[in-house]
């Protein structure tokens, strides 16, 4: 527990004289004790080395179609074969190689859309809190016109007017999912503003931009970061959503989403269709929410 | 501040601000009229068409056109069911309001009990499965859940119709698939306003005064906890009628959601435009009331 008297004994002395770093590693050891935030993270960590790696796991491609093949139920299956372990789907595209190739489209329209909106979002939601006044009432509007969108329904319109791609898809949840960020940012320096060694930085002559660069951004960093785990999360959902609906990358490429939508029609004789990608979705969005959640009660008890 | 006066400007560039972005989504791909009539179209009817629709005009004048028609609540002929589309969109609009409302109802039915439970037995195993069924929640696609109920009760058990919309049997799966999705975010906050309050000091003296647990928590501390219950569920109409979109698709449920999904495979963009501003205007009522009641009911919230 008393970290720093531990440090100071057996490290140099520069290393423990830097407050924000020992913060952060203790954030690290109180993370790694729970097993809920350490299973989630491992969740996440396979799921990413699963789309790394994925040309290692599996040797068949995964939009190579052998009509022959096709339907195969798995292997635990009357009919199965370890050949197609997670059986094939209605044109003989190996299941398995789908779905490791498909973590690639989840995770990169997660990370992209994510850095995206919060990027966006915290710089708008700065300006509005830092500086009141006629800025704030400006992007307060936008936020609410925002957020009177079900955020899908702009979405899908988006992308349908746009046309339906990869960079299309990670832009248009990007640009629509900044409100959070905004409205957490803007409150947050709202309420730091008033304190102390803000109005110090003032009193010191600071300028705005080292304000915000070096005082308030620091300070609401840890509740971006929340929010942003917990975004990743809803922006995979709505990848999935999306490419289900028919509107996500075109369609030789493996998606999830998409591979659930093709798999419906065949609910009654190949259940594995629609149902094993959804299993790599829970894993992964139930792994980012445990691991996020617990990122929340360490960094930031507030936000719920 | 003027709160007030401020509220209503805001309701008025809201939805200023709502069409302006259903004017511009047509705009965003380039030329709508290439977008509305299929590929074939020769350059006779394509120039015919953009004539008829009014797309040769300056497009500072379609604006103020869309925008003067709009508030007349015209939106253009649908260019599927040659009606206007405003009349098409309320006549689905029964359906989903049908699907949300009982979505609403199943939700609360679940969560509000279980999140008094898991907050009244903390650290409990109990409680920890419903912590668990959370998180399951949070993590499973819409549509995926929606999928699973139908393997379940429509293709394996016969108990449920798979689709449709005519008797209560149909209402039950996509109301419950919307239900699970909402449902673990007013659990959480009905845990944790719960958790504050038994910490109060009235609730000890509720306690004190020897009456029944049952009292205590139903009476005294669920009335006090009601405040953010009843903004999260009202928020929560937003997002369901967002999950409606995707639901209504699964289900072939006949509602509002269904209907632009379908008006943008066809591309029956005034139709797309006339859902997206309903339903729009129905979250941005929806929040604005939500707000209003909340700052009413909490006098500690002044302004901002």
């Known amino acids: ?304 | 501040m003027g709160t007030l006066a401020t509220q209503c400007l805001r309701i008025v560039l809201v939805l200023f601000g709502i069409s302006t972005i259903a004017f511009f989504l047509i705009h965003l791909s380039g030329d709508p009229v290439l977008l509305m009539l299929p590929p074939e179209a020769t350059q006779e009817e394509i120039e015919a068409f953009r004539h008829q629709m009014g797309f040769d005009r300056p497009l500072s004048e379609q604006y103020i056109n869309f925008l003067s028609q709009a508030v007349r609540g015209d939106f253009g002929e649908s260019l599927k069911f040659h009606q206007p589309s405003l009349q098409v969109v309320l006549e689905r609009m029964p359906a989903t309001l049908e699907l949300t409302l009982f979505a609403t109802l199943l939700s609360v039915l679940i969560a509000v009990p279980l999140g008094i439970y898991s907050a009244v037995n903390r650290n409990s195993l109990s409680e920890n499965l419903v912590t668990v069924a959370v998180f399951l929640g949070q993590s499973m696609p819409i549509f995926w859940t929606g999928i699973m109920l139908m393997l379940l009760f429509g293709v394996k058990l016969h108990w449920l119709p798979v689709s449709g919309r005519g008797t209560w049997a149909h209402l039950l799966m996509p109301a419950f698939t919307l239900a699970v999705w909402v449902a673990p975010t007013t659990l959480r906050i009905v845990r944790s306003s719960m958790l504050e309050v038994l910490q109060q000091d009235y609730i000890r003296t509720a306690r004190s005064k020897g009456l029944a647990e049952r009292v205590v928590i139903y009476k005294h501390a669920l009335k006090n906890a009601s405040i953010p219950i009843i903004t999260v569920i009202g928020f929560q109409i937003g997002k369901l009628l967002g999950g409606a979109v995707v639901t209504e698709t699964v289900f072939a449920w006949p509602g509002v959601g269904q209907l632009v999904v379908k008006a943008i495979y066809t591309a029956d963009y005034p139709l797309v435009q006339a859902c997206v501003v309903i339903l729009a205007l129905i979250v941005a009522a929806m929040n604005f009331s939500v707000d209003a009641m909340y700052r009413h009911l909490n006098p500690k919230i002044k302004s901002g």
């Not at chain 1, 299309?168 to 949840?173: D, T």
């Open chain 1, 1 to 304: 527990m008393n970290d720093l008297g531990v440090q100071t004994a057996d490290r140099p002395l520069a290393e423990t004289a830097q407050p924000p770093v020992s913060e952060w590693k203790r954030t690290y050891r109180k993370f790694v004790k729970n097993p809920v935030g350490i299973i989630g993270l491992a969740m996440v960590v396979m799921i990413t080395l699963m789309s790394i790696a994925a040309p290692l796991l599996t040797s068949h491609d995964p939009i190579d179609v052998h009509l022959e093949k096709k339907l195969q139920p798995p292997v635990w299956q009357e009919g199965g074969s370890w050949e197609h372990w997670l059986g094939t789907d209605e044109v003989g595209r190996d299941v398995w190689a789908r779905l490791v190739y498909g973590s690639r489209i989840s995770l990169a329209v997660g990370f992209f859309a994510v850095v995206i909106s919060l990027v966006l979002g915290t710089a708008l939601g700065m300006l509005a809190g830092y500086f009141r006044g006629k800025t704030d009432f400006a992007i307060s509007t936008v936020i609410d016109i925002m957020m009177a969108f079900p955020f899908i329904l702009l979405a899908l319109a988006t992308i349908a007017v746009m046309g339906p791609s990869l960079l299309n898809m990670i832009l248009v949840l990007g640009l629509t999912d900044w409100t959070q960020y905004a409205r957490l940012v803007r409150s947050e320096v709202i309420n730091l503003r008033e304190q102390e060694f803000i109005q110090a930085g003032y009193a010191l002559g600071s300028r705005h931009w080292r304000i915000i660069w070096k005082h308030l951004l620091p300070n609401c960093l840890p509740s971006v970061i929340v929010l942003a785990t917990l975004a990743m999360a809803r922006a995979i959902l709505m990848e999935s959503s999306l490419s289900f609906l028919g509107l996500g990358v075109s369609s030789p490429t493996p998606s999830w989403g998409f591979m659930m939508s093709t798999g419906r029609p065949y609910i009654a004789t190949a259940w594995w269709l629609a149902t094993l990608p959804g299993i790599a979705i829970l894993i992964t969005v139930l792994g980012i929410n445990l691991a996020g959640d617990r990122i929340r009660d360490l960094l930031d008890p507030k936000v719920d």
